[in-house]
């Protein structure tokens, strides 16, 4: 995996520009990146943001070994390039949301300061982490809040690409998913791991009940009963009643039965009905198979009892949305702001080294984001990027700086939080944000604006460039 040679896990034009930075002499050149993604997934209304705690972590430790520069001679790079990656260490400063931030489009949630070399060789990583965990808590944040208090799981390690079900798998967490079957992903960030059985574990035996009864004999604190296997309501569900009478007899009780086919309402309605006339009202009803948060929120509008949704594939893949568009684009050079102009407006980017402001309702709720220069004082107006005549006064409203220094000259100056710390935070921040940004049909747009000072010295950058 790319703990082993994160220096090399980029695209290799990251350092073709670096040596060509270095040949030329530029390698004392400063520079300002931001990191920002420009459109929404999942139709949605906000992002969580994850992926910096690996990120900082890996850049702790973040060098060019013996064997990667090895490899880099052999590409035909420079032995005077290969001698400064040799000794090569990321020595800028970066600013950063919190992990489990809820984040908006064009708005900054990294700023990245350094020598051109450095904060150029960094991006691919960035981007690669962020992007895709901040997808994936993304999509398990609209998992749960379809489900509300009932549980939801991460089932998608077999259906994920290669070892991003390791990071998958710490984003549902990070998105507010309760626990994950990924038992490595368990061990490697202290997440709740959970699981039942497979089809195969009742075909491997003589026939259901024994399979079952087998189960709940070496499983009797944890039994969960697969029960769709041969005939669900004829034969699976009232074979889990036998078993479920048996613990209660041993002193134990089944804690679920899972249903992973077929009509998931009308089953789990008729199983409700067979486990409670059984007298067994408290074994959960748990139920998978290509679930989304669409597919959650139909079955509860359908009033289907069910307690429990395991999510496989739909979330690992972030299948309607599969890649968060975020960018790293330079903003300064050598202390002078620099733009990328587009024919396309909204892709013109923003000049400078910048701060965030987020601006919250006297009720604590979330209200708006202003982007503006890094030295100026706090505006009284934030003005759309885009549209001239729209402005919004944030003058009386609360301000807190949404970018934490979180490197200082190459010196990580905050612990990477766990999984759990970062879930508990985006639990808090999204109690601050109003419903409307929440519901999956035309969510309501969240304001981010601009000094008055900025848009002027971007209005200005594209004037003077198009000379």
Known sequence: MFHNYP????????????????LSGRQNDTAVFDYFFRKLPFKGGYVVFAGI??????????????????YLKERGFHDAFLSYLKDFRFKGTIRAAREGEII??????IIVEGNLIETQII????????????????????LKHAAGERTV??????????FGGVQASKASIIGGLDGTSNVYAGLAYGLNISGTM?????????????AFRTYAKYYPELCVLLVDTYDT????????????????????????????SGDLAYLSKKARKQLDEAGFPDVKIAVSNQLDEHLIKSLLDQKAPIDIFGVGTKLVTAYDNPALDGVYKLASINGNPTLKISENIEKITLPGSKKVMRY?????????????????ELPTHIEHPYFPTKRTKVQDYVAQELLQKVVDKGTILVKPNTAVQSATYFKQQYQKLDPEYKRFDNPHVYKVGVSNALKTLRDKLITSNKR
Do not use: C
Not at 7 to 22: N, P, S, V
Not at 53 to 70: G, P, R
Not at 234 to 251: C, H, S, V, Y
Not at 360 to 376: P, R
């Open 7 to 22: 220096a090399t896990y980029t695209d290799l034009y990251e350092l073709t520009m670096a040596q060509g930075y270095f």
């Open 53 to 70: 705690s690996d990120f900082l972590e890996i850049l702790a430790d973040y060098h060019f070994h013996e064997a990667e520069l090895d």
């Open 104 to 109: 908006f489009n064009n708005t900054p949630a």
């Open 123 to 142: 991006e691919t990583l960035l981007l690669n982490l962020v992007n895709f965990e901040s997808l994936i808590a993304t999509k398990s944040a609209r």
């Open 153 to 162: 799981l991460d089932f998608g390690l077999r259906r994920s690409q290669g």
């Open 198 to 210: 497979a089809h195969s574990w009742i075909q491997s035996f003589e026939d259901e009940l024994t």
């Open 233 to 260: 309501l004829e034969q699976g569900i009232p074979n889990a009643i036998t078993i479920a009478q048996e613990l209660k007899d041993q002193g134990f009780a089944l804690q679920a039965i899972r249903l992973d």
């Open 360 to 376: 919250f309702n006297k009720d604590g709720s979330i209200y708006a984001d202003g982007i503006m220069l890094k030295d100026e």
